[in-house]
T-cell receptor
Framework: SQQGEEDPQALSIQEGENATMNCSYK?????LQWYRQNSGRGLVHLIL?????REKHSGRLRVTLDTSKKSSSLLITASRAADTASYFC????????????FGQGTTLQVKP | DTAVSQTPKYLVTQMGNDKSIKCEQN?????MYWYKQDSKKFLKIMFS???????INETVPNRFSPKSPDKAHLNLHINSLELGDSAVYFC????????????FGEGSRLTVL
């Protein structure tokens, strides 16, 4: 299965600290995406990294992709209480089925 | 204007009943999805439609039947509801063929008693 796995499952940090979440997957991919879900809300897309890219930045977010290890990481720098949410990675398989498979998510709590 | 809207947001019903969840999008996207999120937040893809045509049909009980009357709508009908159907159901849309980001609705929380 293409299912992604995320680690850690839960992370609690102080405001201002950096948060790192990791994602591993099993099959070859076209791209990998990260989403955020606030409690009781829908998922919101954060960033997409293609299989031929190694690193991407968006504001306080930095995503890396290592296709040889089939893993990705999401770094949130200078975290804020408003960053408290669940974060999911999702992989788009190279077979181009349009099926975006989500990992189990990391729940991040940022304490003020 | 909400881009992807689902109704109802909450649904509480008895086992054995039949219920529907509706999804509408105003983004003009070709592809629409239904995902199920369980109590552990695990998101599982159920169905995908591209321009009213079913293209992904995961291993889902045939009590679940999606219907896309037009490109902007994708509904989910569930027959003979079971306790295990309790979950949050998300509609999502996607542009640019099979790549690119998904746009999610706010979810429909189904509770089966």
């Amino acid at each position: 299965s293409q299912q992604g796995e995320e680690d850690p499952q839960a992370l609690s940090i102080q405001e201002g600290e950096n948060a790192t979440m990791n994602c591993s997957y099993k099959t070859s991919i076209n791209n990998l995406q990260w989403y955020r879900q606030n409690s009781g809300r829908g998922l919101v897309h954060l960033i997409l990294i293609r299989s031929n890219e190694r690193e991407k930045h968006s504001g306080r977010l930095r995503v890396t992709l290592d296709t040889s290890k089939k893993s990705s990481s999401l770094l949130i720098t200078a975290s804020r209480a408003a960053d408290t949410a669940s974060y999911f990675c999702a992989t788009d398989g190279s077979s181009n089925t349009g099926k975006l498979i989500f990992g189990q998510g990391t729940t991040l709590q940022v304490k003020p | 204007d909400t881009a992807v809207s689902q109704t109802p947001k909450y649904l509480v019903t008895q086992m054995g009943n039949d219920k529907s969840i509706k999804c509408e999008q105003n983004l003009g996207h070709d592809t629409m999805y239904w995902y199920k999120q369980d109590s552990k937040k695990f998101l599982k893809i159920m169905f995908s439609y591209n321009n009213k045509e079913l293209i992904i049909n995961e291993t889902v009980p045939n009590r679940f039947s999606p219907k896309s009357p037009d490109k902007a709508h994708l509904n989910l009908h569930i027959n003979s509801l079971e306790l295990g159907d309790s979950a949050v159901y998300f509609c999502a849309t996607r542009d640019r063929g099979n790549t690119g980001e998904l746009f999610f609705g706010e979810g429909s929380r189904l509770t089966v008693l």
